[in-house]
Nanobody
Framework: VQLQASGGGLVQAGATLRLSCAASGLTFNMLQMSWFRQALGKEREFVTGISRRSATYYNDSVKGRFTISRDNAKNTVYLQMNSLKPEDTAVYYC?????????????????WGQGTQVTVSS
């Protein structure tokens, strides 16, 4: 079981980034997929998630700016991040859960990617 995240980088405020997370070793269309982030000195927080049926959920802080999507044929989940702000700076982790009931709690996610750094300068 492996989740491979990519797409992070250093950008200026207002810029756009697209993160990808490719899954292997799992039945992807049976998974809830989410993105969490952890800023330096802060706890990991839920950013956005997508259910097995492609219902989407967002942290209020990213609503209207971030969009999550999934491509089951490619076993990949995407995070489109627009209008980035310095407070979006963090390590972003993709995570997968086999739970049948939706959860945005990190403790309910079994599989985690390695994290990708997003840094937004002002």
């Amino acid at each position: 079981v492996q989740l491979q995240a990519s797409g992070g980088g250093l950008v200026q405020a207002g810029a756009t980034l697209r993160l990808s997370c490719a899954a292997s070793g799992l039945t992807f269309n049976m998974l809830q997929m989410s993105w969490f982030r952890q800023a330096l000195g802060k706890e990991r927080e839920f950013v956005t998630g997508i259910s097995r049926r492609s219902a989407t959920y967002y942290n209020d802080s990213v609503k209207g700016r971030f969009t999550i999507s999934r491509d089951n044929a490619k076993n990949t989940v995407y995070l489109q991040m627009n209008s980035l702000k310095p407070e979006d700076t963090a390590v972003y982790y993709c995570a997968a859960s086999r739970r049948l009931v939706w959860s945005d709690s990190a403790k309910d996610y079994t599989y985690w990617g390695q994290g990708t750094q997003v840094t937004v300068s002002s």
